[in-house]
C-alpha cells in the first residue's frame, strides 16, 4: 500500500498529475470563457449587485452568507502560505499566472456552482447539494457521486483540516510559546461548538470572521503599497516580466513560475475542485445563475484581491531572492520589514482567523457529502468526531506528507469535477441566456425547470415546487 501511494505522489507522477490538471483547466476555462460570452468581465458589476440580495425565502442562507461559507474555504493559509511557496520557488511570475488562472477560473465557478444551485435539494429548511448531486440525478451516476463524496471528505474534512490546525499551531508556538496539545485542544473545543449547531450557526460564524479577517488583511496590504508607491509599478513590470520575459524562457523560470502560481491558484480559489459548489447550493435565490456570479467573484476575491496582497507585501521586501525563507516564514519576515517586528504577531492572528475560518467552510463540504452518502445521523456524528480528531492530530503532528496527499485528492476531485461540468456546461449556458434574457427585459430573474426543454430531477425548480414545499412543511 506505501509503494502504491510513493507512486502517486512521487515528485515524477506529481509533476504528471499537475500537468495533466493545468491542462484541463486551461482547455476548459478558456471554453466557458467564451460560450459564456465572457460572463466574468460581462456581469461583474451584476455579480456585486447580488451579492448583497436578499435570499428568496423564509429558508436556506442568504446569497452573501453562502458566499461566506465558501470565502471561509478559500481564504485560508493558501492566501498567506501558498502564495509565498509560489513567489519562493516560481519567482514574482508566479503571481501572474494566479491572475490568469483566476480570471479563467471564474467562468468555471461560474458554470459549476449554477449547476449546485440547478440540481440542489432541500434538507429541513436549508438546501444542499454540489458536484455529487449533479452526478446523480443530471447524469444518473450515483456511484460516481459517491466516489466524489468520499474523495471530498477526505481531502477536505480530514486532510485540509490537518492541515489548517497544524498551520496554527506552527505560527501560535514560534510567536507566543504555546504547547501544542493545549493549542489543539482549545481548538478542539471551539470548532465543537461550531459544527455541532448545525448549517445555521456555521453560516452565523462565518458571515462574521471572513469579513472581519478579510478588511483587516487588505488594510494592512493597502498600507504597505501606500507606504512604497513609487514601486508599484516595477512591481507590476517584474510580475509580468518574469512570467513572460525572454530570459526566463531560456532559462526556464517561466515553467517553475507557470506551474506554482497555477497550481498554488487552484488551490487557493478552488475553481473547477467541486468544493465551492456544495456552499453555493445552500442559497436560497430565485435563479440558479444568480449564485454562480455571487460564487464567480468569489476567485476574484481570493486570488486577485486577498492573494495579490500578499503578493505584494513579499515581493516589495525582496526577501525571496535570499531563498533563506518560505512558507508562512517569508510572509511574517516580509510584512516584518514594513511595519516591524509586531508584524510576526499580526500574521499569528490573521493565520488563526484565515486557517479556523477554513476547518469550519472545509467541514462543511465534507458534512454535505457525508448526508450524500448516508442521511443516518449516526454517519453525521461519526464525521464530527473524526473532523475533530484529525483537528487535533493536525496540532500535534509534523504533517507534510498529508500535502502530497492532499494534492493527490484535490487533483482527483478537479478532474472527476471538470469532465462532469463539461458534460453538463449546456444546462448552465441556456440558464445564463435565461438570465440575461430577463434582465434585458428589467425583470427580477426567476426560473423554472420549465424554461429549458427536457431539464429533469431539478427538485426546488419544478413549476409545483412551491406547493410541494408547503405540503412537507405540514
Given at each position: 500500500m506505501i509503494n502504491i501511494l510513493e507512486w502517486f505522489v512521487g515528485p515524477f507522477n506529481d509533476f504528471i498529475w499537475t500537468y495533466i490538471l493545468i491542462g484541463v483547466l486551461l482547455v476548459l476555462g478558456i471554453y466557458f470563457t467564451f460560450r459564456t460570452q465572457f460572463v466574468q468581465i460581462r456581469l461583474f458589476g451584476e455579480m456585486f449587485r447580488l451579492i448583497f440580495e436578499k435570499r428568496d425565502d423564509k429558508d436556506g442562507v442568504s446569497p452573501f452568507q453562502a458566499f461566506t461559507i465558501s470565502a471561509a474555504s478559500r481564504v485560508g493559509t493558501g492566501n498567506v502560505t501558498g502564495v509565498a511557496l509560489a513567489i519562493g520557488v516560481g519567482g514574482p511570475g508566479a503571481v501572474f499566472w494566479m491572475w490568469v488562472i483566476a480570471v479563467i477560473g471564474m467562468a468555471t465557478a461560474f458554470i459549476e456552482s449554477t449547476l449546485a444551485q440547478v440540481y440542489k435539494v432541500?434538507?429541513?429548511?436549508?438546501?444542499?447539494?454540489?458536484?455529487?448531486?449533479?452526478?446523480?440525478?443530471?447524469?444518473?451516476?450515483?456511484?460516481?457521486?459517491?466516489?466524489?463524496?468520499?474523495?471530498?471528505?477526505?481531502?477536505?474534512?480530514?486532510?485540509?483540516?490537518?492541515?489548517?490546525?497544524?498551520?496554527?499551531?506552527?505560527?501560535?508556538?514560534?510567536?507566543?510559546?504555546?504547547?501544542?496539545?493545549?493549542?489543539?485542544?482549545?481548538?478542539?473545543?471551539?470548532?465543537?461548538?461550531?459544527?455541532?449547531?448545525?448549517?445555521?450557526?456555521?453560516?452565523?460564524?462565518?458571515?462574521?470572521?471572513?469579513?472581519?479577517?478579510?478588511?483587516?488583511?487588505?488594510?494592512?496590504?493597502?498600507?504597505?503599497?501606500?507606504?512604497?508607491?513609487?514601486?508599484?509599478?516595477?512591481?507590476?513590470?517584474?510580475?509580468?516580466?518574469?512570467?513572460?520575459?525572454?530570459?526566463?524562457?531560456?532559462?526556464?523560470?517561466?515553467?517553475?513560475?507557470?506551474?506554482?502560481?497555477?497550481?498554488?491558484?487552484?488551490?487557493?480559489?478552488?475553481a473547477g475542485m467541486g468544493s465551492v459548489p456544495n456552499a453555493a447550493a445552500t442559497a436560497s435565490i430565485s435563479h440558479?445563475?444568480?449564485?454562480?456570479?455571487?460564487?464567480?467573484?468569489?476567485?476574484?476575491?481570493?486570488?486577485?484581491?486577498?492573494?495579490?496582497?500578499?503578493?505584494?507585501?513579499?515581493?516589495?521586501?525582496?526577501?525571496?531572492?535570499?531563498?533563506?525563507?518560505?512558507?508562512?516564514?517569508?510572509?511574517?519576515?516580509?510584512?516584518?520589514?514594513?511595519v516591524g517586528p509586531w508584524a510576526t504577531y499580526f500574521v499569528a492572528i490573521a493565520i488563526l482567523f484565515f486557517a479556523f475560518s477554513s476547518i469550519i467552510g472545509n467541514y462543511y463540504y465534507g458534512e454535505t457529502n457525508i448526508e450524500f452518502i448516508n442521511a443516518h445521523k449516526s454517519w453525521l456524528t461519526t464525521y464530527r468526531v473524526l473532523v475533530l480528531v484529525m483537528v487535533m492530530f493536525g496540532a500535534m503532528a509534523t504533517v507534510e506528507i498529508v500535502w502530497s496527499m492532499a494534492d493527490l485528492f484535490m487533483g482527483l476531485m478537479a478532474i472527476i469535477n471538470l469532465v462532469v461540468i463539461a458534460l453538463l456546461s449546456n444546462i448552465a449556458f441556456k440558464v445564463l441566456k435565461d438570465f440575461t434574457a430577463q434582465r434585458k427585459l428589467g425583470l427580477n430573474p426567476t426560473f423554472k425547470a420549465s424554461s429549458i426543454e427536457g431539464l429533469k430531477n431539478t427538485d426546488c425548480w419544478e413549476d409545483d415546487a412551491e406547493h410541494d414545499y408547503a405540503e412537507e412543511a405540514k
Open positions: 432541500r434538507d429541513g429548511d436549508t438546501f444542499r447539494g454540489g458536484p455529487a448531486y449533479y452526478m446523480q440525478k443530471a447524469l444518473g451516476y450515483r456511484k460516481l457521486g459517491t466516489v466524489f463524496a468520499i474523495l471530498l471528505t477526505l481531502c477536505f474534512g480530514f486532510i485540509f483540516n490537518a492541515v489548517q490546525s497544524n498551520t496554527i499551531s506552527q505560527s501560535f508556538m514560534s510567536v507566543f510559546g504555546l504547547q501544542d496539545w493545549f493549542i489543539g485542544l482549545v481548538l478542539v473545543f471551539f470548532t465543537a461548538i461550531i459544527i455541532f449547531g448545525g448549517v445555521k450557526r456555521i453560516v452565523k460564524v462565518t458571515e462574521l470572521i471572513v469579513p472581519i479577517m478579510a478588511t483587516f488583511y487588505i488594510i494592512m496590504a493597502l498600507y504597505v503599497v501606500v507606504t512604497n508607491l513609487p514601486q508599484i509599478p516595477t512591481v507590476f513590470s517584474l510580475i509580468i516580466g518574469e512570467a513572460l520575459g525572454f530570459r526566463e524562457i531560456v532559462g526556464g523560470g517561466i515553467g517553475a513560475a507557470l506551474m506554482e502560481g497555477i497550481r498554488r491558484g487552484l488551490f487557493s480559489n478552488e440558479p445563475a444568480k449564485q454562480g456570479l455571487v460564487q464567480s467573484l468569489g476567485v476574484f476575491f481570493d486570488t486577485i484581491i486577498v492573494c495579490s496582497a500578499t503578493a505584494f507585501i513579499i515581493i516589495l521586501a525582496g526577501l525571496y531572492t535570499t531563498g533563506e525563507q518560505d512558507g508562512i516564514i517569508l510572509t511574517q519576515a516580509s510584512l516584518a520589514v514594513h
